[in-house]
């Protein structure tokens, strides 16, 4: 899997056409998680009782790799390069191979910390007028353009004052709601908006909350994308 974001000053604004194409409302809502190319950002993840601290870089093709900063993190690293994901272990010289779907904490799932672009990942199927919490919104329904995401659909609610994402729920191929995602509002750093924070909700009632901070445009190195021994 792969998760996105809100200023609404700060954002473009919507041209004035009655029904958006379901595309662009995505790739702006995609902006705020992915604001450049390459970057890097630190994330701070909080579950009842639990702190974790990690540095994603992310780069033009949609790797990304998360390196421990917290205490019982550190060493650790997440690499996911396409739809595969790979832990390195301190102590360890081959790396893991696991499911994008392997839980880091609680609800966050590494595919979610790491990465999600939902113009990449999804196909719109409708997009429709509707509010959420009084506010006037376009709801757009997702559908998963690849085998690997295990979320084989998305609906998304956009704000239409500054195209910002407020809610998206996750559901399995049966219909069933895996999680439930809900955008904190984005801040400015280098006169870009970024996410700020996302919350994160299972349906049986995890909960975690991912907090984005010190973004920086560019400074990934390409060969911390290496996976040792994997022959990649």
Known sequence: ?????????????????????GGEILGRVDRLRHPWPAFTVELAMKAPGVVQRWKVSARENGDARLDGLSEKEKGRAVLLLGDEMWLLLPGTKRPVKVSPQQR?????????????????????????????????????????????????????????????????????ASGRLARTARFGPP????????????????AG?????????????GGVVPGAFEVPGAGR
């Open 104 to 172: 880091l904490m609680g609800p966050a799932a590494g595919g979610d910390v790491a990465r999600t672009r939902f113009r990449d990942d999804y196909a719109v199927r409708e997009v429709t007028e509707t509010s959420l919490e009084d506010r006037a919104c376009w709801r757009l329904d997702l559908a998963a353009r690849r085998p690997a995401l295990s979320a084989r659909q998305v609906v998304l609610w956009v704000a239409k004052e500054g195209s910002l994402p407020l809610k998206a729920e996750f559901r399995l």
């Open 1 to 21: 899997m792969r998760t996105a974001l809100l200023f609404a000053a700060a954002l473009p604004v919507l041209a004035q056409s009655p029904a958006p194409e």
């Open 187 to 202: 801040v400015q750093t280098h006169g870009q908006p970024v996410l700020s924070r996302l919350e994160i909700e299972e």
């Open 205 to 217: 009632g995890g909960k975690a909350e991912l907090t984005f901070a010190n973004w920086t445009r």
